[in-house]
């Protein structure tokens, strides 16, 4: 089990560029997560993934932003034409359903975003 | 719309003694979970506490131990004889039973002083 990882760990980039992110969850994990953190507030929801299906999507999560997971392993997180607004540290999380209702995400380490 | 609010945005606790960190929440629904997340600085979150709403007991893990009050829609965390590595955020976070986003706090950043 080697955790939650993300790539890359940090980025930089010029406002109205795109951006791609990359988030590897535990390999035997069929649930996804996406976060957004900004400085001084907790994670806020963008979306969820269960295997390849994105289940839901919060309204933060604007038109210039797509996740997918395809093939129901990894998931990338694009955002399109970069704001200022945008910089945060992108959070991705994952989980197994077990049936028992309580499912515990595991966060990985995070990307994070300067526009500048 | 849930809601979870977290009052403390700093504590700080000496090194062996015991620090409550405070959370409320708002909801409307019976069935939910709450959640205490540390995020260490410049390290990933972990879990450090889960309390499920329909158990009356509260939750305990080692030296972390939760007051859950769901009249008053309150959820503290108490740890025991801090130490150097408890220093970190502390999140409290909500989730409705057969929902999966967390909703999370504003967070408590701890310090423990030597």
């Known amino acids: 089990d080697t955790g939650v990882s993300q790539n890359p760990r940090h980025k930089i980039t010029k406002r109205g560029q795109n951006v791609t992110f990359r988030c590897d969850p535990i390999s035997e994990h069929n649930r996804l997560y996406w976060y957004r953190q900004t400085l001084g507030q907790g994670p806020e929801f963008l979306t969820y993934f269960q295997n390849e299906a994105q289940l839901e999507k919060s309204r933060l999560l604007s038109d210039r932003f797509s996740a997918e997971r395809p093939k129901g392993s990894f998931s990338t997180l694009e955002i399109q034409r970069t704001e200022q607004g945008d910089s945060a540290m992108y959070l991705c999380a994952s989980s197994q359903t077990t049936g028992t209702g309580v499912y515990e995400q595991y966060f990985g380490p995070g990307t994070r975003l300067t526009v500048t | 719309a849930q809601t979870v609010t977290q009052s403390q945005p700093e504590m700080s606790v000496q090194e062996a003694e015991t620090v409550t960190l405070s959370c409320t929440y708002d909801?409307?629904?019976?069935?939910?979970?709450l959640f205490w997340y540390k995020q260490p600085p410049s390290r990933q979150m972990i879990l450090v506490i889960r309390q499920e709403a329909y158990k009356q007991q509260n939750a305990t893990e080692n030296r972390f131990s939760v007051n859950f009050q769901k009249a008053a829609k309150s959820f503290s965390l108490k740890i025991s004889d801090s130490q150097l590595g408890d220093a970190a955020m502390y999140f409290c976070?909500?989730?409705?039973?057969?929902?999966?986003?967390?909703?999370f706090g504003t967070g408590t950043r701890l310090t423990i002083i030597p």
């Open positions: 909801t409307s629904e019976s069935d939910y979970y």
């Open positions: 976070a909500y989730n409705n039973f057969g929902n999966e986003k967390l909703t």
